[in-house]
């Protein structure tokens, strides 16, 4: 794909998770695959903010050295790369990966429990359980690889997880499929949560 193309998805899938509210403020971070790297959300800006004139992104190496345009990347750069590592030894076609702190998934982490299939919708889009890892910073560390790797080494179909406290990390062909897997991972934990308390009320 043209970085040009690239860009354009980027600033849609960025604004879409800010719209949505699955992400707020300056958090959370985006990428997408490009030639030699990859493109990054900066470091303190916001989804809203970002554009396809590559105003709050960085295009880096997998391993997170800056290329062009100069400027810092976020502090989730090793995450991303190591999503781009993971997929490309395991043949899996991942071109974007979205990270952001969506509330009802976070609130479920806390539990962590896999969040179950718990509607139709994530049956066929997922079709296993979401798992969820205990990170013990504020950003996936290189001490924190095993874990990860280890979840795409036992299912290579899985097309994300949750951290626990930090949100959820969605992976997709390209930047707007794994947008649309982060809503889908909101929208079950939501309905997850909602339907256990519905069930502790005996409402059914």
């Not at 809203?48 to 290329?67: I, M, Q």
């Not at 997922?126 to 798992?131: F, K, S, Y």
């Not at 969820?132 to 994300?160: H, W």
């Not at 309905?191 to 256990?196: E, M, N, P, Y």
Request: proline residues 4%.
């Amino acid at each position: 794909m043209e970085k040009e193309k690239i860009y354009e998805q980027l600033e849609i899938a960025a604004h879409r998770a800010y719209a949505r509210g699955i992400q707020t403020g300056n958090g959370g971070n985006c990428s997408a695959r490009m030639e030699g790297g990859m493109i990054v959300k900066s470091s303190g800006g916001s989804l809203a903010d970002c554009n396809k004139e590559g105003e709050g992104f960085v295009e880096t190496t997998l391993d997170g050295e800056v290329l062009s345009p100069s400027g810092k990347p976020t502090r989730e750069v090793f995450l991303h790369g190591l999503m781009y590592k993971i997929a490309d030894e395991l043949g899996l076609s991942v071109g974007g990966v979205m990270h952001c702190h969506s509330p009802w998934a976070i609130s479920w982490s806390y539990s962590k429990k896999a969040l179950p299939m718990t509607t139709l919708h994530m049956q066929l889009k997922v079709g296993c359980d979401l798992p969820v890892v205990d990170v013990k910073t504020a950003s996936v560390q290189p001490e924190d690889e095993p874990a990860i790797r280890k979840l795409f080494e036992e299912n290579p179909k899985l097309p994300g997880f949750i951290l626990v406290g930090h949100g959820v990390v969605a992976l997709g062909k390209d930047i707007l499929a794994a947008e649309h897997m982060a809503e889908l991972f909101e929208e079950t934990a939501q309905i997850a949560i909602t339907k256990a308390a519905c069930e502790k009320l005996g409402i059914y």
